[in-house]
């Protein structure tokens, strides 16, 4: 199974492939997405422990992140439209 930070990686990647590059509004996840999206960042999905310094806590990929308990954690297009990350 894929990890949140893989999906939403592979939904930024979909909407530049589909909307000419342009950048999604946001991520809206859900405060237990963020916590996990934030710690995989930190402790190094990527190999690299780098704790919280340097570490874009309102940003991922050049997109905004936000938080709500009502989202089951999407992408918002640049036109709007909500990509479930969860099959996208």
Request: aromatic content about 6%.
């Amino acid at each position: 199974m894929a990890t949140l930070y893989d999906l939403a990686l592979h939904a930024i990647r979909k909407h530049w492939a589909e909307h000419d590059n342009a950048y999604p509004q946001k991520l809206l996840l859900t405060p237990a997405q963020y916590d996990e999206l934030i710690e995989a960042r930190r402790n190094g999905r990527i190999a690299i422990n780098m704790g919280d310094e340097g570490l874009d806590k309102e940003r991922f990929m050049g997109v905004p992140l936000a938080q709500s308990d009502t989202t089951l954690g999407v992408l918002v297009t640049v036109d709007g439209q909500e990509w479930p990350l969860v099959g996208s």
